[in-house]
Each structure stands twice: as C-alpha cells, then as structure tokens.
C-alpha cells in the first residue's frame, strides 16, 4: 500500500477553517508521528461552498508496497516442428469478401486496409 509523509486525519476532528472560518477544517497528519502538519494544510469539508484544500508541499511516498510481477515465460518451438505443424492444415486464402463480408466498413477505409480470411482445414 503506498503511504505519504502526510494523510489527512481520518478521526473526526474538525478545526475552523482559514478560508470560510467554518469548523469543518481537516487537517493533515504526519503519518510517522501522527502530529498534525502546519495549520494551513488541509481541506474543507464545504467543497462545493468553499472549495479550500492545501497540500503539504513535501508531500512524498515514504514507503510502498513493491509487486513483484513474474516474467512471462517465452516458449519455443524448432522451425521444422512449426512447419510440420503447418503441413497437416490446407490453407485457403480470401481476399475479396471484404466489403460484401464487413458492411459496417466504409469504402474509404475499406481501400486502406486490406482483410484477408484464412480458411484452415485440417488435411483429411
Ligand atoms: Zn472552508
């Protein structure tokens, strides 16, 4: 979990606020001492009516929570295993069913792409 110098308070004080002097002021708390930060940093409860939040400047992550991805194993295989592989399909290829095929292609776009339909069958 990422954790910063600062977090607002999460207990209920509230404190008067610099801009709109209301009590509904939430002050910013140093997480490693849990002292309050400076008066001025916080953020009013009355966001759309007064809309005052101040943040500690210096408010950098002091500790987070690293996660270790695993890398994605590659896996291989020999040349002559692929084209074998190949071997036992019958491969058709299509090459003029694209717009009769794909009506919701406009003709513009249509002449820049080019749509192949590979037909594979295994060999009987
Ligand atoms: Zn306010």
Redesign the pocket.
């Known amino acids: 979990m990422t954790q910063y110098k600062y977090h607002l308070d999460k207990t209920s004080n509230k404190f008067n606020?610099?801009?709109?002097?209301?009590k509904?002021?939430v002050k910013y708390v140093e997480t490693e001492t849990n002292h309050y930060a400076e008066s001025h940093y916080g953020r009013?409860?009355?966001e759309t009516?007064?809309?005052?939040a101040l943040y500690p400047y210096n408010n950098s992550i002091v500790s987070y929570e690293y996660v270790n991805t695993p890398p994605v194993k590659l896996s291989y295989i020999e040349k002559e295993t692929l084209q074998n592989s190949l071997n036992k399909y019958e491969i058709k290829i299509k090459t003029n069913h694209t717009l009769k095929c794909h009506p919701e292609l406009n003709r513009s776009l249509a002449k820049n792409i080019c749509l192949i339909q590979i037909n594979m069958s295994l060999k009987s």
């Open positions: 606020c610099p801009k709109c002097n209301k509904r002021f009013c409860d009355r009516n007064c809309g005052y």
